[in-house]
């Protein structure tokens, strides 16, 4: 809510003046169609799969030593396009059911939707990029904390077993005496 009524204008925001929308289904209805059809399913889903398929599938194959720039390249371009694709598609939900309960009397083409979702997801995709990035980064670098305190511990450990066991000169001494 704080995002999009600031930047957004949604017609009905305005709860002093009457609205068909809050008249006809109620408060709750509006709130819950404002922030799941149009937040969460044009908005947030679709950042979300980007987030998942960056942490899960390109990161992984640019922090691997053993593989192609080129290709791991092209396979995050042709992700950002596909959820760029997904974004618009997923756009026509809350637009179709404005639709459907009569707040828009047509749905707008393609060329109208398409500026929204380049304001949308433009700007936002490099920074959900940036903290997927950050995520995973700072995920492998604890893993990393944790392996080498367990490698310095199993190494404390070794060198006190390796003082165990050697005998001192003084106590062979004694012995063969």
């Known amino acids: 809510v704080t995002y999009y009524y600031p930047t957004f204008q949604y017609v009905g925001w305005d709860l002093t003046a009457p609205n068909f929308l809050v008249a006809k289904y109620g408060l709750a209805y509006f709130f819950l169609k404002t922030l799941f059809i149009n937040?969460?399913?044009?908005?947030?889903?679709?950042?979300?799969?980007?987030?998942?398929?960056?942490i899960s599938f390109a990161l992984p194959r640019y922090l691997r030593k053993e593989s192609n720039l080129i290709t791991t390249s092209f396979l995050f371009l042709t992700l950002m396009a596909l959820t760029y694709m997904a974004a618009i598609g997923l756009m026509y939900i809350p637009i179709y059911h404005n639709f459907r309960i009569g707040t828009l009397s047509v749905i707008p083409p393609l060329k109208e939707v398409i500026p929204f979702v380049n304001r949308?997801?433009?700007?936002?995709?490099?920074?959900?990029?940036?903290?997927?990035?950050?995520?995973?980064?700072?995920?492998?670098?604890?893993?990393?904390?944790?392996?080498?305190?367990?490698?310095?511990?199993?190494?404390?450990?070794?060198k006190l077993q390796l003082l165990r066991a050697q005998i001192h000169p003084h106590f062979l001494f004694n012995t063969l005496n």
């Open 120 to 158: 949308t997801y433009m700007f936002n995709l490099p920074v959900v990029g940036g903290f997927a990035v950050m995520i995973k980064l700072t995920k492998r670098w604890l893993s990393k904390q944790r392996e080498t305190e367990q490698l310095s511990r199993e190494n404390a450990v070794a």
């Open 39 to 54: 937040t969460l399913v044009a908005v947030v889903l679709p950042q979300a799969l980007f987030t998942y398929c960056i």
